[in-house]
T-cell receptor
């Protein structure tokens, strides 16, 4: 069964450093998402991406964040200058064509900013 | 604004007994509702969804959920719990922004503990 994969599984970085989180969505999916889950809190939407552009973003997704689909298979989330409060589990998800399609999630990347 | 509430932080059940994990929602228009499960150190796994039609939705691993429009609820159920069902369960509603490919709004999660 196809799966969403994410790398790395864990990332530790210093405050102010740039990080890139990588995701490989399910191959025939067209819509891509990033969510995050701060320890002990809800899963929160960050951004959705379709047809090579952002279709929706949350208030969390400020100028420090960017997303890219560089090569037709990978989907990346970049945090330009990390802050302590960016420490969280970051989940990538993808879904097929159509608003009723299920979103399938990857295993997550646990980011720790020191 | 769309929202989801999971009123119980934790549910404890004996193995073999039926389980219910509660979820209530608040949406404008027709709701699209989902249940996901998170095992330790794993991602969110899709269990089932309600879009339209039959109020009783069957999903993976023997789980089912009942959509109740008058009570705005979408409780997750299983007739006979297994120890391996112990995990964190999330209810979610799709935010139906017009023209968008829509984000999920999650509840806070309910930890299910099934005891032998």
């Amino acid at each position: 069964e196809p799966e969403v994969t994410q790398t790395p599984s864990h990332q530790v970085t210093q405050m102010g450093q740039e990080v890139i989180l990588r995701c490989v969505p399910i191959s025939n999916h067209l819509y891509f998402y990033w969510y995050r889950q701060i320890l002990g809190q809800k899963v929160e939407f960050l951004v959705s991406f379709y047809n090579n552009e952002i279709s929706e973003k949350s208030e969390i997704f400020d100028d420090q964040f960017s997303v890219e689909r560089p090569d037709g298979s990978n989907f990346t989330l970049k945090i330009r200058s990390t802050k302590l409060e960016d420490s969280a589990m970051y989940f990538c998800a993808s879904s097929g064509k159509g608003a009723l399609e299920t979103q399938y999630f990857g295993p997550g990347t646990r980011l720790l900013v020191l | 604004a769309q929202s989801v509430a999971q009123p119980e932080d934790q549910v404890n059940v004996a193995e073999g007994n039926p389980l219910t994990v509660k979820c209530t929602y608040s949406v404008s228009g027709n709701p699209y509702l989902f249940w996901y499960v998170q095992y330790p150190n794993r991602g969110l796994q899709f269990l089932l969804k309600y879009i339209t039609g039959d109020n009783l939705v069957k999903g993976s691993y023997g789980f089912e959920a009942e959509f109740n429009k008058s009570q705005t609820s979408f409780h997750l159920k299983k007739p006979s719990a297994l120890v391996s069902d112990s995990a964190l369960y999330f209810c979610a509603v799709r935010d139906r922004v017009s023209g968008g490919y829509n984000k999920l709004i999650f509840g806070a999660g309910t930890r299910l503990a099934v005891h032998p």
